[in-house]
């Protein structure tokens, strides 16, 4: 079959503690959302994510990755990340709203993040219908913006920047932020205590 495009949805700013709600797959076949608790019981879905021959457009692929690594899954086969291709094209386009995203570059049938989840002490899980609708149009949105995206990056010469180096990098990072870092308990309380020894001394010649 064809590419599709794949946007997990997850509820939470921070993607390492994120709820995962499920998949928006959207192809030449239609428009399907998948709640995420079938991934540990359909096999076909576990295969079709982690095969590196299906290709697959994505929204981010390193928040991807983590979340379905956590969980002992994994994605393969993504040939366009809508994010790190945005990313290139205007440095400004980062971690923001994907509304916000899409609007750059003229496309505004997706709702803002806000009116989804909502915001500050009102935001919440909001129905089934509500977030599965929202995940669906951000799926549409990456296919309908993709050959727009990737002719920009050719004719920006970023083409190989994105699919060589970018793209491959999106999953060591993800590998990494899974990994974490040992650290030196005992070094880093070390250095504590001398820091604040420091931080004292400075005080009191600053109040003599």
């Known amino acids: 079959h064809g590419p599709s495009t794949v946007v997990l949805e997850s509820y939470g ?3 390492h503690k994120a709820q995962p709600l499920g998949f ?5 076949r239609g428009h399907y959302f998948i709640p995420y608790e079938l991934i540990y ?4 879905l576990q295969i079709y994510l982690s095969d590196p021959k299906q290709e697959k457009s994505v929204h981010d692929a390193k928040q991807m990755s983590v979340i379905l690594q956590k969980d002992g ?3 393969e086969g993504v040939s366009f990340d809508l994010l790190l291709a945005a990313y290139l094209l205007n440095p400004n386009n980062t971690k923001e709203d994907f509304r916000v995203i899409v609007s750059s570059f003229g496309y505004d049938d997706v709702p803002y993040i806000e009116e989804v989840y909502g ?9 089934k219908q509500v977030y599965q609708s929202y995940a669906i149009k951000k799926a549409i949105a990456i296919s309908n913006l993709q050959s727009e995206l990737t002719e920009k990056l050719k004719e920006n010469n970023q083409w190989e920047l994105f699919s060589e180096i970018e793209l491959p990098l999106a999953f060591v990072l993800s590998d990494m932020e899974q990994a974490g870092l040992k650290i030196d ?5 070390e250095m504590d205590e001398s820091l604040q020894k420091r931080i004292d001394k400075l005080t009191q010649e600053i109040h003599e």
């Open 185 to 189: 308990l005992p070094r880093l309380n």
């Open 13 to 15: 700013d921070n993607y």
């Open 41 to 44: 019981q359909s096999i076909d």
């Open 119 to 127: 915001k500050g002490k009102k935001k919440k899980n909001p129905e």
């Open 24 to 28: 928006a797959i959207v192809n030449d």
């Open 73 to 75: 899954f994994s994605i």
